[in-house]
């Protein structure tokens, strides 16, 4: 089994009236390479006739954004000319790549009726040799993405890239990415087979869970050790996880604002690209 190397507390940062923990990065923990940032927005209840998300046209290049809809909706608007609402239950896998202009906004519909939220948006490095590919994004409903049950049905996982016991993830990805979403019932229990060399992401969204005897609650980033070859989990409680692990990239990195890639002088020319509108128009209402 990895063992565990450190449990990081999620950080309350709101913003505007959006509930929002960000476990990743830390004053303690900069990635957990190539996984970058974690927001997990909510729960929480929004009422009638609300303002919505509040994440209008922004840029991005050198990265990928996953986002994870559990509670609400998202709207997603890009200068690729890409569009689509998903719902709870349902992923958006968008790659930023050489860059593009994006928003993720509430649907009318949800604004106009209000109603829970809760959304965690995770990104995810390129590797230097894919920082400049042509911009994607695939948004999936819940009963479009790969599910299946373990341990007599008291684990639902939800597959979102990679593979596992045979069964494969309904998103492509540049980079060999493992990356799931776990619902488990309290007393669920499963094995996940894990390289050595793969570091893994492990947070705990709901509930609380057990790692080799220690009981772990919601809210909590737990950092494994590149020493096992697999990570075995109860649930103490009806919990939700999202798991994922992959090869380190081993890469510099710099990262500010919404650009992340291997220089200082790649960061300046990203800035200069966009204000040149090199990242598409941004034409939408």
């Known amino acids: ?141 819940k009963n479009e993405i790969n599910h299946f049950k373990l341990d007599e049905d008291k684990v639902n996982v939800q597959l979102i890239s990679g593979e596992w016991e045979g069964q494969k993830g309904s998103f492509e990805t540049i980079s060999p990415i493992m990356l799931s979403t776990i619902h488990l019932k309290a007393g669920g229990k499963f094995t996940k087979s894990i390289p050595q060399e793969e570091n893994v992401f492990f947070y705990i969204v709901k509930g609380s869970v057990e790692l080799q005897g220690e009981k772990i609650p919601f809210r909590n980033l737990v950092e494994f050790n590149n020493d096992g070859e697999s990570v075995s989990v109860k649930a103490s409680e009806d919990a939700i996880i999202i798991l994922g692990h992959a090869k380190p990239f081993n890469e510099p990195i710099v990262a500010q604002g919404p650009f992340v890639m291997n220089t200082q002088q790649e960061i300046m020319q990203a800035y200069q690209d966009y204000q040149a509108g090199k990242f598409g128009s941004w034409d939408h209402e």
């Open 1 to 141: 089994m990895k063992t565990r190397k450190a449990i990081h507390a999620a950080d309350y940062h709101p913003i505007a009236d959006l509930i929002t923990y960000n476990p990743l990065p830390s004053h303690k923990l900069r990635q957990i390479d190539p996984f970058i940032f974690l927001n997990h927005h909510g729960h929480q209840t929004y009422p009638k006739n609300n303002n919505g998300l509040p994440f209008g046209p922004h840029p991005h290049r050198g990265m990928e954004t996953v986002t994870f809809i559990l509670e609400g909706d998202i709207m997603h608007k890009d200068s690729g000319g890409h569009e689509s609402v998903i719902e709870a239950g349902g992923i958006q896998w968008m790659t930023a790549g050489s860059g593009l202009i994006h928003a993720e906004v509430s649907s009318e519909k949800f604004k106009k009726e209000g109603g829970d939220l809760e959304i965690l948006q995770l990104w995810v490095n390129l590797p230097a040799k894919h920082k400049m590919t042509k911009p994607k994004y695939i948004g999936l409903q």
